[in-house]
């Protein structure tokens, strides 16, 4: 079935780098979203990566997938005080033909100065 | 373009009252989705349109909850009658076509507290 899991909370110092990790649902036919939602906002994507790559990397943005392990990581690298926020990994599995996002339950990071 | 726009921000209601949601979708997306933030069960979709039409309600929790989308530019959802348990986020959000690369833009949201 489908099951998107997240770390609850992770917390940095500003300037070091942050991993949000993440595992999704078997398939070979996925896109893994990476939502960011600010206290009292709606979600924003940050970025996109799709089953068969290994790798995608926008400006301080690294998403990273490990197909064996079905396990995706966020990294943000030159963490901000502005990156404060929470972290969603979402998917859309396409064999399913259900196109709505299931979400993983959030990772709070907080970025201390 | 406004983005996707939600109305009312902010709903604070009683027990057994009727509760209206509004959402009017980035112009010419044709796909529309209704999704639920609670604490308890995270983020989870409610129901979605393609060109108006009801895809996938599985997510409605039951017969309280209604949505319609009567055309492209305006949909709502509907509760009657609000439990305390309705309590959440509400958010819309909309996409242009329902491939993986098509990106879903979210409103900002309806709080619906229900006393």
């Known amino acids: 079935g489908e099951d998107v899991e997240q770390s609850l909370f992770l917390s940095v110092r500003e300037g070091d780098s942050s991993v949000i990790n993440c595992t999704y649902t078997?398939?070979?036919?996925?896109?893994l979203y990476w939502y960011k939602q600010e206290p009292g906002a709606g979600l924003q994507l940050l970025t996109y990566i799709f089953s068969n790559m290994d790798m995608k990397q926008d400006q301080r943005l690294t998403v990273l997938l490990n197909k064996k392990d079905k396990h995706l990581s966020l990294r943000i690298a030159d963490t901000q005080t502005g990156d404060s926020a929470i972290y969603f990994c979402a998917e859309i599995v396409m064999d399913t033909g259900r196109r709505a996002l299931t979400f993983g339950s959030g990772t709070r990071l907080q970025v201390q100065p | 373009d406004a983005g996707v726009i939600q109305s009312p921000r902010h709903e604070v209601t009683e027990m057994g009252q009727e509760v209206t949601l509004r959402c009017k979708p980035i112009s010419g997306h044709n796909s529309l989705f209704w999704y639920r933030q609670t604490m308890m069960r995270g983020l989870e979709l409610l129901i979605y349109f393609n060109n108006n039409v009801p895809i996938d309600d599985s997510g409605m929790p039951e017969d309280r909850f209604s949505a319609k989308m009567p055309n492209a530019s305006f949909s709502t959802l509907k509760i009657q009658p609000s439990e305390p348990r309705d309590s959440a986020v509400y958010f819309c959000a909309s996409v242009t076509g329902l491939l993986g690369t098509d990106t879903q833009y979210f409103g900002p949201g309806t709080r619906l507290t229900v006393l």
């Open positions: 078997d398939s070979s036919s996925t896109y």
